[in-house]
Structure formats: structure tokens, C-alpha cells
């Protein structure tokens, strides 16, 4: 079948099987491999991209489902290599490790942001409760959430590396 | 404490020039989702591969029938273990000393077990061609209880084995027994045990996969792969495929975490080698998380008894350990030869006493084989959790706080350094500033005076428990002399090279899967020769360009590649000294360091710094009778000794009588692991390792039912703590050096794992107020232990 899905800004148009699913959609049809996959039942979250703006697990989301909507991945957080306030958060408050849950928790994260400016810890926790994170226990990811929420805009500095 | 945060200089990007906290390089890539992890891997004309696993513990097999998905339109090849036996490669070497069935060909040994390997043009393509390949299985009874598996019924999992008759792997002892039944046959107080270590996995989020692509024309083996110890895999393919070893590069790109999950040769990556021979083209094979959970290396799996003999007055006098090792359907632990139960014997804690034993028997079972993975330091995880768990037994027995008995009985900081009864001699320590730390962060007297009101209070719920641990970790193997895996040598390679401008590449051994390496180990240079950071690229993870070593795993990477790297950048510094001594027309001894520069003692303005020297290494200048050109150095580091961290960890929870939930409150955790390089990287590790602690005594373990299905092959039946079952940690720390670390560094990458399950099962049972039952302690579990009926928590619930 034919899906047309409009990624990052960009419509898509591509025939697929009707059982692809949309992680698969992302990472081997239009090469956005920023989208992660990491379990078979729908519990890790890696693979978590917005469907007209609302985060869901890619791994249960047919392409066919995003047929006509809009999807928006990782690769679209930054603008013109400046990182999202958030990004930036992850990484003065060491928020990530192997980076594999990494996209999956900014997707999610982004989210809460964009409806809850101010979100207390409690919130947060509650909000990443379904995204898997083995190397961080939990503790910078919150932070980064939180200073995100202290700090909305990025600071103009571009950390070198 | 903040012994570590002696000021350094910024660099002009704002790092420190040395070691404090700097923001990772690494992020840059991972945050934008430029990450390159083994999915990503890409290849024009890339096959997909997918594996066919037994649904039996243990079965015949009578036939397979692979026709029909050889005529699937999109399949290319089937590949069975018929195949395998025609080129030799049905068996692969273990680890440790075992075969392991790469697809099985008699019979299968444990669920999940690989039997057939198709490789199509896509992967969905691959599994469904799975679904019409016939195997014809003829069941036979599953070994699954390991207290079971050497009864003389018991059915022979091993008879690919010549002359095997029983299941038994290995007994093994360490210890004076004669001394030690002594000691304990004279002693006032001897409380005796059982408890077990269930079986749990490491379930990194990014499941173990590989790409192999051999050149038909140059002959050369490429094999991308999720592997913790790159070189250590090359020289096994070499072994295992009898390729010859300079064809072959392997790489590692990013790893989505590891925790020992990635050191072992699976058999899918040994089939996409072979699909890459058959087919001619680059294949690719990456497991779905059953498999990851089902087939590859679990961890723990320990039946342990304990004994402690004490006086009256808490002052303990041995421990004595027996315990049953349940190592799967093949040998497959990851561990110095020398050493069947890994560190095991480093048990005795971080007491004072002279008398301990251990004995230790290994069983095959019907089971996916494995055994050291999930960050364990080789078994000191269950040797710590022996240890306090037993401590705390013996305080309940004499009634006494166990904070108190564990003050009395730590070794002192002068009796360092000090050799075990068993033999490990502990570099360096200061224990009881250690759990004096602990108790003050946690206000431990406040906390028991809170939890004695609750207790008198008859409607006082939750239940509080408060639980402590004290752990002495031993990583950074070798020394090589003592510790080999397969016959290497557990030492590590490290190249420097400073670039003419200044600028600096280390080429590493090991590789990271989330540590921070390349933050961290430019850090390290950054402290030894005084240029930023920013200025030194880590390179690792490719067996072309780096030097050979045994990889990451065991907390290995800073005792071992940190002290390659320090001694590198020290050897460049003296090479330097000469050069910057030529250059300046006097002696090198009339020269002083001073970060980033030699200068002439006396005349500060007359100096060098390293870029200059590094132009001037590889310019026109005239160098010394036997002085080479070019400001490198390589180094093979050999460790003297392990090096020994350790910590002071205390949990606070409360438990829902009603329901047998259990809340963590509070964590704290005092970690010393000498001076920290980075510590935000440092906090981060332990962290993680809290994290795992939690999961593990709260919710992760691998059981199975009478037939051996394994009941854990899921993330909807493996649970893994998610941001509400994690509290906010309290660390704190105190900072011992290594004295035989060129830094000082001791490493930190498992200490909080090895740590801090004893102190959440502490808690719990301290909550409920029972001396023993096993962990994961869930709602089910902890239900049943208020009953008096504790479960089983290796088999189904009955
Ligand atoms: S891949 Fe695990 S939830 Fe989607
Ligand atoms: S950073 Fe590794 S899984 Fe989250």
C-alpha cells in the first residue's frame, strides 16, 4: 500500500507492506535511524516519536496508522545544529550514558515541556515511567528535566567537544 | 568530602585541563540521534538474517525440514547445524573452557536455543521464513531445578561430552577448610543460611547483534558487532573460524549499553560470519529482546549457604560458604581461567577476621548458558551479597544494631595493605570514615528512632526498614601472570600520539558502551601533559586502529586502560623533556614541569610548552644520540594488583503490609574509588548501578517452570525499574588513592551494582522483620514472606 506521511516537516510518500510498522518506516525506509528499537512488547519506549504531536511507541504503530498525520523524530530537535533547550539540559546535567534511550526520553520529555512548562519531579517521573532507561537510574534524567524547565531557551554558548 | 576538587585550569572551550567535571563529547552525536549503533549499520546489497530457536528445554531432534522456507521467493539461504558440521564450525569454543552448540545438531539444551539460521533479503522476509521451517522434536525431561541437577536420575544434558555421566561442571575450593571448621567448632555464635542470587540478565536497551561482510576478493573479514572486548572477539574468530587473524577487523560501534552482555561470541554472530561465506554478501543479525533475554548471558544463578561464627560480644571469627552454581546447558562464563567461580572467594567482605572456607559446585542445567555478565566484577556481587547478608543475620541473632556490628568487625585503615584469608591483598582503604559518612547522611539515629515509633505504634504503616551494606569491590584485571581468558593475558594496550600542532589521538583497548571513555580518557592525557580536552580524540572500538587488549568488563577500563593511558602521556612528557632541553640548549634536568610546559628552574620565561615541543619533534631540529623523532608513546599495561574500591550504602523503605509493595525511600551511598576524574561521570555510573541494585532486589529474576519454559522472556515478564521504582539518590563519598595506580584511580563502572542489592534486601527484611527470604522481593514474594511461607523464587510459583 501507499502511505504518505509528512516527517520532520517533510511529506514522505513510499509503498509498504500494510504490517510495517512505523519505527521501521523511520529508521529503514527514509534512513532517520535517531529512532531507537529496543523491545518486542511495547515497554521501553526507545522508539517513541510524536503523531500530530502526541508521543507514542513507534514499535506499535503501523506506518499505514501515520498515513496522512504528521511525525516528528529526534533528528528534528535541534535547529541548524543548535540544540533543543532540552538537548542542551541533557548534557550539562549528564542525562544520558550509551545514549541509546536517549531519543525516546527527549521525544517524551519535549512533550511534557511543550503542555507543562514547570513540571515538578513527581510529574516527570510519571512522564518517562514508560521509557527504559538501564544506565542513568532515572536521577539525571530528571534533572535535565528540571533545568530544562529552569532554563527554556538555550544558552547561547555551543558546548565544544 | 571534597578531596578531589583541587582547582585546575579551564581551557579556552571551558574545560578543566585535567581531571573535575567536564560535559561528555560523546553527547553531541547521541543527543541529535547521529548515534552509530550495530542497526545502523548500513551496507550496499546487506542480507537480513533471523534465527530459529527451540521451544523445548530439552528435546532430540529427529529432522528439520528447511524446503519450504528455502523456496520462500526472498530467502537466500538456510543454514542449519548440518551445514555448520560440514565446515567444522557446529561448535564453538566458551570462555571458559566448554563447547557451545553455535546451532544445535544432536539435541537442544535449552529454550530458546538457536537450531537454524535464514538469511532474505529483509528481515521481516527472514522471520517469516522461520514460521515454515519443520523441526521434529522428540522431548526429554528438563533438568530445571539446579539442587536437582546431580541426583543420580537426573537426565544427562552434556552426553555430547565423552565419558560425561552426571551434570556436574566443577567442584572448586578456596580457603583453609581444616582452619576454619576449627574456628568454628570452638566459636559461641555460629548462624547458618541458605539464600539465593537469582538468576537475572543485564538487558542493556540495545539487544546484541552483528554484521559480517566477508571480501571474497581481499580475503578480509569485517565484522561490525556489540562487543565489550573487540580484540579479545577478533583472536576468538580466528580461533573459532580458523580464519587467519590480520584479515580480520572488528568493530564495535556505539554500544547501547553493555553491563557484561557483550562480552561473550553469541552463536547469531558466528552464523553471520558463515551467511556472509555462503552468500557472498554483507549479512546482518540482530536479536529481538526475547532472544536477548532468553538465549544470551544471564548473570548470578547462585545457591549459597553461609556460615558465620562469632563471639557473644559481635566480634566475628569465619565464614564458611557452600555454594551451588547453576552455569545453564554450557560453560559459557566469562571469567580469568584460573578462577571457575570467578572472584567468588574475595567473600570474606571487608571484615577482620582469620578463618574462611568456600566450596563451590557448578551444575549444567536445562538452562541458556552464561553466568558472569551484568556488571558482577566476576562474581563479587554475590560474594558481597553473601557476606552482608550473613552479617546481618549474625546482628540479628545477637540482637545487635547492624551498623554497630559492622563498625566493630571492619578492617582498620593501617592494617592496609591487607591480605584475606583467602588470599587478595586490598591496596588501600579507610572503611570505617566510610560508613560513618553513610550514617550521617542518612541520620541513621534519627531514622531507627523513627522506625522504633513506628513499630510501637499498632497502626503504624508502612512497615520502615532500613538496610545496610558494606562492599570492597576488586577490579582493573589482571595482573596477567594470575589472569588470562582462554590464555590472554587480561592486560591493555594505548597509543599516544601528539600531532605536530599539538593536538593529540589515543588509541584505546577497551571500548565504552555508555562510560564516558572518550570524555574520560582525554582527561586523563589532558592531566598529564597540560592540552585541553577539546585538543585529544579517543579512538576505539576498531581493531585496525587500536592496540590490542582484553576490553571493558570487570570495571577494567580506568584501572587498566586509565593507568595505559597515564603512563603513555608520562612517557611522552619525558620524551618531551629531552626535546624541550635541546631546544633550549641546556640539560633536561635543568628543566621544570609546569602544567603544559617545561620551563628552565630559575628562569620561568625560558620554557616550552607541548604544542611547541611536538612542532619541534617533528621539525629540523637536531635530536639527541638515540632519541627519535615525533612525541609518541605506546604502552601495555599490566597491572600490578586489582585495585579495590569500596562503599558504605544505606536503603530506607516502606512496605504495604496490605499489599507487599515495597517503596524505596531513600538511597545513600558513600562511594570511595580513589580520586574521581570526572565526577559527574563518576556520579552517573553509580547511579546506574543503584538502579540495577533496586531492580534486582525488587523485581528482575529469570525463573522457569517444571518443563524449563523460561518465564522471564519479556520486558512485559522481566521487569526493569522505571523512573517510579527509583528514588532520588543521596551520594556522598570519601577518597582513598590507589597506591599502585598511576593516578590513583580505582574504578567505579559496577561498585554501586555490587553494592546495593544487600542493602535493599536489608531493608526489606529489616521492614517485615525476618531474618531471611530471597529476593526479587515483589509484592508476591514479599507476601509470602510475611506468611511464613517464602517462595522459590528460581522456579514457577507454585
Ligand atoms: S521498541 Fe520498546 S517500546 Fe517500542
Ligand atoms: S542512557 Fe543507556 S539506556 Fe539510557
Not at chain 2, 20 to 43: C, N, P, S, T
Not at chain 2, 176 to 205: I, N
Not at chain 2, 634 to 641: D, E, L, Q
Amino acid at each position: 500500500m501507499q502511505v504518505t506521511i509528512t516527517v520532520n516537516g517533510t511529506e514522505t510518500r513510499a509503498e509498504v507492506e500494510p504490517r510495517l510498522l512505523l519505527v521501521h518506516y523511520l529508521r529503514n525506509v527514509l534512513g532517520l535511524r535517531g529512532t531507537h528499537w529496543g523491545c518486542d512488547t511495547s515497554n521501553c519506549g526507545a522508539c517513541t516519536v510524536w503523531l500530530d504531536g502526541v508521543p507514542v511507541k513507534s514499535c506499535t504503530t503501523l506506518a499505514a496508522q501515520a498515513d496522512g498525520h504528521a511525525v516528528r523524530t529526534v533528528e528534528d530537535l535541534d535547529s541548524g545544529g543548535e540544540l533543543d533547550p532540552l538537548q542542551q539540559a541533557f548534557m550539562e546535567e549528564h542525562g544520558l550514558q550509551c545514549g541509546f534511550c536517549t531519543p525516546g526520553m527527549l521525544m517524551t520529555l519535549r512533550a511534557l515541556l511543550d503542555r507543562d512548562p514547570d513540571p515538578d519531579e513527581a510529574t516527570i517521573r510519571e512522564a518517562i515511567s514508560g521509557n527504559l532507561c538501564r544506565c542513568t537510574g532515572y536521577e539525571n534524567i530528571v534533572r535535565a528535566a528540571r533545568h530544562a524547565a529552569a532554563h527554556p531557551t538555550t544558552a547561547p554558548e555551543e558546548i565544544s567537544a | 568530602m571534597t578531596a578531589t576538587e583541587v582547582p585546575v585550569p579551564t581551557s579556552p572551550a571551558g574545560n578543566p585541563i585535567g581531571f573535575g567535571r567536564m560535559l561528555r563529547k560523546e553527547d553531541a552525536r547521541f543527543l541529535r540521534g547521529q548515534g552509530h549503533y550495530i542497526d545502523d549499520v548500513q551496507l550496499p546489497g546487506m542480507l537480513h538474517a533471523a534465527i530459529l530457536r527451540s521451544s523445548y528445554a530439552h528435546a532430540r531432534i529427529t529432522g528439520i525440514d528447511t524446503s519450504a522456507a528455502e523456496a520462500h521467493p526472498k530467502v537466500k539461504a538456510v543454514i542449519t547445524g548440518a551445514t555448520l558440521e560440514g565446515l567444522n564450525l557446529a561448535w564453538m569454543p566458551t570462555l571458559s573452557g566448554d563447547v557451545q552448540s553455535v546451532l544445535a545438531t544432536d539435541k537442544v539444551r535449552f529454550q530458546g536455543q538457536e537450531v537454524a539460521f535464514v538469511i532474505a533479503e529483509d528481515e521481516y522476509s527472514a522471520r517469516d521464513a522461520l514460521e515454515l521451517i519443520e523441526v521434529d522434536y522428540e522431548p526429554l525431561p528438563a533438568v530445571v531445578d539446579a539442587r536437582k541437577a546431580l541426583e543420580p536420575d537426573a537426565p544427562v544434558i552434556r552426553d555430547d561430552l565423552e565419558g560425561r555421566t552426571d551434570n556436574r561442571i566443577y567442584d572448586w575450593e578456596a580457603g583453609d577448610k581444616a582452619a576454619c571448621d576449627e574456628v568454628f567448632a570452638g566459636a559461641e555464635v555460629v548462624v547458618a543460611e541458605d539464600m539465593l542470587y537469582p538468576r537475572v540478565h543485564p538487558a542493556p536497551m540495545e539487544t546484541c547483534g552483528s554484521v559480517a561482510h566477508m571480501d571474497k576478493v581481499t580475503g578480509k573479514l569485517t565484522v561490525w558487532t556489540t562487543t565489550q572486548a573487540p580484540h579479545a572477539h577478533r583472536t576468538l574468530y580466528a580461533i573459532v573460524a580458523g580464519l587467519p587473524e590480520h584479515k580480520i577487523q572488528i568493530i564495535s560501534p556505539d554500544i547501547g549499553g553493555g553491563f557484561g552482555n557483550k562480552v561473550g561470541i553469541y552463536p547469531g554472530y558466528v552464523c553471520a560470519v558463515v551467511g556472509s561465506i555462503v552468500t557472498g554478501a554483507p549479512v546482518k543479525w540482530i536479536e529481538d529482546r526475547s532472544e536477548n533475554l532468553m538465549s544470551t548471558s544471564f548473570a548470578r544463578d547462585y545457591h549459597m549457604h553461609g556460615e558465620i561464627a562469632s563471639t557473644r560480644e559481635g566480634k566475628i571469627l569465619g565464614l564458611r560458604v557452600d555454594v551451588l552454581a547453576d552455569h545453564g546447558a554450557f560453560n559459557g562464563v566469562a571469567q580469568p581461567t584460573k578462577y571457575p567461580a570467578g572472584f567468588f572467594h574475595i567473600f570474606t567482605g571487608s571484615y577482620d577476621y582469620p578463618a574462611a572456607h568456600c566450596h563451590v559446585r557448578a551444575v549444567y542445567t536445562n538452562k541458556a548458558p552464561g553466568g558472569v555478565a551484568y556488571a558482577c566484577s566476576f562474581r563479587i556481587t554475590e560474594a558481597v551479597y553473601l557476606v552482608e547478608r550473613m552479617v546481618n543475620c549474625l546482628a540479628d541473632e545477637l540482637g545487635m544494631d547492624p551498623a554497630e556490628l559492622r563498625m566493630k568487625n571492619l578492617l582498620r585503615p593501617e592494617q592496609f595493605p591487607y591480605t584475606t584469608p583467602t588470599g587478595w591483598e586490598y591496596d588501600s582503604g579507610n572503611y570505617p570514615a566510610a560508613l560513618e559518612e553513610a550514617m550521617r547522611i542518612a541520620g541513621y539515629e534519627e531514622l531507627r528512632r523513627e522506625q522504633a515509633e513506628r513499630r510501637a505504634d499498632p497502626a503504624g504503616k508502612p512497615l520502615m526498614g532500613i538496610g545496610i551494606s558494606f562492599f570492597t569491590e576488586g577490579v582493573g584485571a589482571g595482573p596477567r601472570k594470575h589472569m588470562d581468558i582462554l590464555g590472554l593475558g587480561m592486560a591493555d594496550g594505548c597509543e599516544l600520539r601528539v600531532h605536530p600542532t599539538g593536538k593529540a589521538q589515543l588509541r584505546l583497548s577497551v571500548q565504552t558502551q555508555g562510560q564516558g571513555h572518550e570524555t574520560t580518557f582525554a582527561q586523563i592525557v589532558s592531566h598529564e601533559l597540560g592540552i585541553p580536552p577539546e585538543d585529544i580524540e579517543v579512538i576505539h572500538g576498531d581493531t585496525d586502529n587500536t592496540p590490542f587488549g582484553l576490553g571493558t568488563y570487570g570495571s577494567r577500563s580506568t584501572p587498566v586502560s586509565g593507568a595505559a593511558a597515564a603512563v603513555a602521556a608520562q612517557r611522552v612528557r619525558e620524551k618531551a623533556r629531552i626535546i624541550a632541553a635541546t631546544a633550549l640548549e641546556c640539560s633536561p634536568d635543568d628543566l621544570e614541569w609546569e602544567l603544559g610546559r617545561w620551563q628552565v628552574k630559575g628562569d620561568p620565561e625560558q620554557g616550552k610548552t607541548i604544542p611547541e615541543i611536538a612542532f619541534a619533534s617533528h621539525g629540523n631540529l637536531e635530536l639527541p644520540e638515540g632519541v627519535e623523532g615525533h612525541l609518541d608513546a605506546s604502552v601495555v599495561y599490566n597491572p600490578p594488583n586489582l585495585t579495590y574500591p569500596f562503599g558504605a550504602y544505606i536503603c530506607v523503605v516502606d512496605v504495604d503490609p496490605e499489599t507487599g509493595e515495597v517503596k524505596v525511600r531513600r538511597f545513600i551511598a558513600v562511594d570511595d574509588c580513589g580520586p574521581r576524574i570526572n565526577p559527574m561521570i563518576v556520579e552517573g555510573q553509580i547511579h546506574g548501578g543503584l538502579a540495577d541494585g533496586i531492580g534486582m532486589a525488587l523485581m528482575e529474576a529469570i525463573a522457569f517452570d517444571p518443563e524449563g519454559n523460561n518465564l522471564g522472556g519479556s520486558f512485559m515478564d522481566y521487569l526493569l525499574p522505571t523512573s517510579l521504582e527509583c528514588p532520588s539518590y543521596e551520594l556522598g563519598m570519601t577518597v582513598t588513592p590507589s597506591p599502585h595506580h598511576p593516578i590513583g584511580a580505582k574504578g567505579v563502572g559496577e561498585s554501586a551494582t555490587v553494592g546495593s542489592p544487600p542493602a535493599v534486601v536489608n531493608a526489606v527484611l529489616d521492614a517485615l522483620e525476618i531474618r531471611q527470604a530471597d529476593m526479587p522481593f515483589t509484592p508476591a514474594v514479599v507476601w509470602r514472606a510475611m506468611q511464613g511461607r517464602p517462595l522459590r523464587t528460581d522456579l514457577a510459583i507454585e
